[in-house]
């Protein structure tokens, strides 16, 4: 997983790595952006977990046209954004947000899907963690996960300056 700032056009809006890592750990969900069976493009809002490493995981039905765009074309785009503050009297908005370029991967091992949904429970619901795990076995036959390698990411926000 790299951090990859240079391609962003406005240098002058970087956001930095820290903050970047930040927003992946906390933020509740993100954007994924894939292209269909037919070329189309498509894209989810959806909950994720980061493993810590070099992964995201997303939890789906195990069947639809997701998982049949992903397995057309696993090369996808995962955009999280943060803060953001609408300026109307300015005519722009203050944000944060960060593109991850990743491959996604849809044939994992029962190992790797409990261990995603241990950290997906973690993270939404930590303090439903012994009910949520028990409910995640009992449905485990009807869930699918997906996980995104994080291939390069970068962080763009905008600071307006206040006006004096």
């Known amino acids: 997983m790299k951090y990859v700032n240079e391609t962003v056009r406005r240098q002058d809006r970087l956001l930095d790595e820290k903050r970047a890592l930040q927003l992946i750990i906390e933020s509740e969900y993100g954007v994924l952006s894939m292209v269909t069976t037919d070329g189309e493009a498509y894209g989810l809002p959806l909950n994720y977990v980061w493993d810590g490493n070099s992964s995201l ?11 049949r765009a992903l397995e057309h074309n696993p090369h996808v785009s995962f955009c999280i954004v943060g803060n953001t503050n609408l300026l109307p009297a300015r005519f722009t908005t203050e944000y944060e947000s960060v593109v991850m370029k990743c491959h996604a991967v849809t044939a994992l091992d029962d190992d790797e899907k409990r261990h995603a949904l241990r950290l997906l429970i973690d993270k939404l619901a930590p303090e439903y963690k012994e009910v949520g795990i028990k409910a995640a076995e009992k449905s485990f036959h009807r869930v699918g996960i997906i996980r995104l390698d994080i291939i390069e990411f970068s962080g763009k926000c905008k600071v307006v300056p206040s006006a004096h």
């Open 57 to 67: 995981y997303i939890h789906c039905a195990p069947e639809g046209k997701k998982l």
